[in-house]
């Protein structure tokens, strides 16, 4: 069982500009590093209202007939495709992390920036992927928010692509009792 | 001739804690990772008046008979040690770099927070060496500021080591016209 985060981001670790903009990002994700076969890999998506209603707008539902889980303390107001295989769910992070187990989903991937936020403070994160972009945009929304202790990771492994993207994969260690914060 | 910056800090984009505290950062840096070599390289460090104070309260001035340039716009109130080599200078980041290659410096440091964010914003910096401690710490002192327009890089290389530390070497490019921002 494993619950992972895969973002992507400038080097001064904005994953948007302040509009949403992606575009400082190269276009089509730049080349593969890797998503894919995370993709492959992920049982559940696990996603805030808010980034579901973005990927509703788009022209086409991108996650396929992947398990996606929309966390949201009310009812979901717009429906998803008819293809989409669409959750609600409200909660805790570690409940959630806790059905989806129950449920049969071995790899999570949890997206948006608040609900991964909301998941790291929780410590139900244990997989962590990076991939900085070569440029600095100075301003934006951040890829990391605040804890309330830190969190310790275990480099996995970093590789750099010709196009200058840098990805580290880290795991993400338990929170010792009395951490700073 | 060359500007650079070489930082270090953790995952989530901090060089220091709120309080200043470096507590995160393994002891004695963790391991080598190519910082003897860069100070062997440099001709002169330039830092604002805030580093030059901290660093006076060190037990030991730590830049030895190295060529340092304290930016401060108001004469400076506290003497060196005998030992330490000590210029004070004031003026725009162009003018400094300017200044200093005249007077024969072939590679400047850049370094302190907000000396190295006025250098970037300026477009003033060639290089930029950032390494990262495998750690989320949730909020401190940013490693990177605002900036007028967005600032490409060039990935050079990127080496991980051991003890968990990443490093990732740029070349800042120049400044497109019309960039966003």
């Known amino acids: 069982m494993a619950v992972s985060v ?5 080097v001064d670790g904005y994953l948007a500009r302040e509009d949403d903009a992606l575009d400082f990002l190269p276009p ?3 080349e ?7 993709w492959a890999s992920v049982d559940a998506l696990v996603i ?3 980034t579901y209603e973005t990927v509703l707008g788009f022209a086409e539902w991108p996650y396929g007939t992947k398990r996606v889980v929309v966390l949201s303390a009310t009812p979901l107001a717009r429906a998803a495709p008819p ?5 609600h769910m409200a909660g805790a992070p570690a409940d959630i992390v806790a059905r989806l187990h129950a449920s049969g989903a071995a790899h999570l991937y949890i997206d948006g920036g ?6 790291l403070r929780a410590g139900c994160v244990d997989r962590l992927t990076v991939t900085r972009v070569p440029v600095l945009i100075g301003r934006g929304i951040p890829l990391f928010g605040s804890l309330d202790g830190d969190l310790l990771l275990e480099h996995v492994a970093t590789q750099a692509y010709p196009s200058g993207l840098v990805k580290s994969e880290y795991r993400v260690l338990p929170n010792p ?4 914060g």
Not at 83 to 87: D, G, L
Not at 114 to 119: E, N, R, S, V
Not at 177 to 180: E, I, P
């Open 83 to 87: 293809a989409a295989r669409i959750e």
């Open 28 to 30: 089509g994700s730049g």
């Open 48 to 50: 805030g209202r808010r």
């Open 6 to 10: 895969f973002v992507g981001g400038s």
């Open 32 to 38: 593969p590093h890797g998503y894919a076969e995370f």
């Open 177 to 180: 009792k009395g951490a700073r």
């Open 114 to 119: 608040l609900t991964i936020q909301g998941f």
